[in-house]
């Protein structure tokens, strides 16, 4: 097993590789495999890449993400340019329905509201417009409606997904669902593996919200 300062060296290392960032902006500390990021950057995008590069670390559980995205003092864009911006992207990207969404700008602030069929719509609004400068933060209140299927056939396709995509046998992941809302817990080995479970349960039809519960241990 790596020792946190070794895990800490290697954050840093793969924060120095990630062409996103400027290392010297992002401060690692390690706890027992929990890393907290500290610092200011001057965009969101950096602030999720820094988030990103530490979750690829082997030996990294969690990640708690405490840096602070501070604008320019001069040059930003205003909250009027940053909801055109935001209304374009959603019109451009082909895997989110941009007329059911609706965007509230404050203070480099962005929120989201509207209503889609799938999680994964959800989602995919988030990314595109957490690229945008300006962008402090974004709350995403996006509600999906998609069709109600049976609990037992959405753990199914998801179970069939994991079964495709995961490193792991799906049995070894706790699927739950209620309401639409599917509930994942147990231990993966790695953020990829992590990402391709939840990726599973985002893309299932009828599935209207994901509680990630997945910790992540490479020596389970």
Known sequence: MKTDVQI???VL???????????TDVGVEVHKGVVTLTGTVNTYLKRIAAQEAAHRVHGVLDVANDIAVKLPGTGA????????????????????PEEQIQTTVSDGWV?????VDRWSQHEDAERVIRHLKGVRGITNLIKVRGPHIEAVRVRDVIEDALE?????????????????????????????EKRAVLGAAEHAPGVQAVEDHLTVNPYS
Do not use: C
């Not at 793969?14 to 996103?20: H, I, T, V, Y």
């Not at 864009?77 to 989110?96: C, F, G, H, K």
């Open 111 to 115: 929120t989201l509201k509207g209503e």
């Open 13 to 23: 290392a793969e924060l120095k590789w990630d062409s996103r960032l400027e290392v």
């Open 77 to 96: 864009p205003t909250d009027t340019e940053i909801a055109q911006a935001a209304r374009q992207s959603l019109v451009w990207d082909v895997l989110v």
């Open 8 to 10: 800490q060296e290697d």
């Open 164 to 192: 495709r995509r995961a490193d792991r046998e799906a049995d070894r992941i706790g699927i739950a669902v209620s309401n639409g809302t599917v509930s994942l817990t147990g231990t993966v080995r790695s953020w990829m």
